[in-house]
């Protein structure tokens, strides 16, 4: 970025206050009252300096520059020329005036998000880049405990699983936080991808829909060969992970050495509910139950769950396992450990070791 002159091409006429232009929202950004003038791919928008000045360490460098008496002036302000997208620029300059805020994400917001990251990162703006790298932190978390949070809250009300409502697609993210050096996103995001199937992982994600000469025009983003056999490999591991569980911690499991029942046929009703729970995360490895047999994490969760369902069969009606409180323990504990290690985990699977997470 530079100040600079405007070319008088593309300096507009006198009678003209704002920019004309079919992108909603850039027109907001003409005030009356403003003293500077932003040009960015010959799209103006005539500012306050004290605004950018004050949040801005690059924005307050470049206005104190002491300007020529003949400079260019446009609507009687000085100009700075910005080499960056129009739309990065507006969704920049809503978040100065109007204040950058977090609901409930929706993953039609991501392009802004991306680009007041990008800007803020680029103009040295640290309060918005500091709450865009908190909201990245929430939606691609480097801890467990975040994670748990992430997944409940892409679960809606009937227990529908919608994360695509409300987060972009992970290449989307892999994409971005490696333009941003990011990396540390990277394995949450990767892991989030691995439990899609491999047709979908290699298709990628159409985004960014436009229209042009009356056509929708998709982009289509795919991973890099090396990332998209990074994800495929890690897939596996994902995978391996449910089959070792089952055959360490559900084969022939013993009863806890507390087991209320073990003086009851040698605890036999708390070993054939461990059997009802290896047979129902069998499904899982073969990609039975809800389609996410590259998800661990979800899978054991839902192991632990099973302690609480009540709705086994005993050939005659729906009833719960009859699991001793000691046993229900031991196997809470069990799969919590579990748990942690896949997470650890993570990072190797997709090639990572050396990043954090």
């Known amino acids: 970025m530079r100040k600079s002159k405007v070319p008088p091409s ?35 928008f005539k500012v306050h300096r004290g605004v950018l000045a004050r949040q801005s360490e690059v924005f307050r460098d470049i ?20 080499y960056d997208s129009p739309l990065d620029v507006m969704y920049l300059l809503r978040a100065l005036y109007d204040g950058l805020y977090f609901k409930r994400t929706q993953k039609e917001d991501f392009h802004a998000f991306t680009a007041i990251l990008r800007l803020s990162t680029k103009y040295f703006i640290e ?11 929430t939606d691609w978390p480097s801890t467990l405990s975040g994670w748990d949070m992430r997944e409940r809250e892409a679960t809606d009300e009937k227990g529908r699983y919608n994360p695509r409502d409300h987060l972009p697609h992970p290449i989307v993210l892999i994409k971005f936080a ?31 829909v436009e229209e042009f000469e009356g056509q929708l025009v998709f982009n289509q983003v795919l991973l890099s060969t090396e990332d998209l056999y990074r994800v495929l490999i890690g897939r596996e591991a994902a995978q391996r992970a449910v089959a070792q569980f089952i055959l360490e911690e559900l084969t022939e499991r013993e009863i806890s050495p507390d087991c209320h ?18 047979l129902n995360t069998l499904r899982s490895v073969g990609g039975i139950a ?12 839902q192991a632990a769950e099973m302690l609480s369902r009540e709705d086994f069969s005993d050939g005659v009606r729906l009833c719960s396992l009859n699991i001793c409180a000691a046993c229900r323990l031991d ?27």
């Open 10 to 44: 593309h300096t507009p006429s006198p009678h003209i206050t704002r920019p004309t232009t079919p992108i909603e929202g850039l027109a907001d950004f003409w005030f009356s009252d403003g003293n500077l003038v932003l040009v960015a791919d010959g799209i103006h």
């Open 63 to 82: 206005l104190s520059i002491p300007q020529p008496a003949d400079v260019t002036l446009i609507d009687g302000c000085n100009v700075v020329e910005l």
């Open 127 to 137: 309060s918005l880049r500091q709450l865009c790298m908190s909201r990245l932190q």
């Open 178 to 208: 490696k333009e941003m050096g990011l990396r540390h996103l990277i394995p949450s995001a990767m892991y989030d991808l691995c439990r899609y199937g491999p047709s979908k992982v290699v298709s990628g994600e159409l985004t960014h």
């Open 261 to 278: 029942n073990k003086h009851r046929e040698g605890g036999r009703v708390c070993q054939e509910s461990f059997y009802f729970i290896m």
């Open 290 to 301: 809800c389609g996410r047999d590259g998800d661990p994490l979800y899978t054991l969760t």
């Open 331 to 357: 196997f809470v504990r069990c799969v919590d450990r579990a748990r942690q290690e896949v997470w650890e985990r993570i990072p190797g699977w997709f090639g990572m070791d050396g990043f954090d997470h």
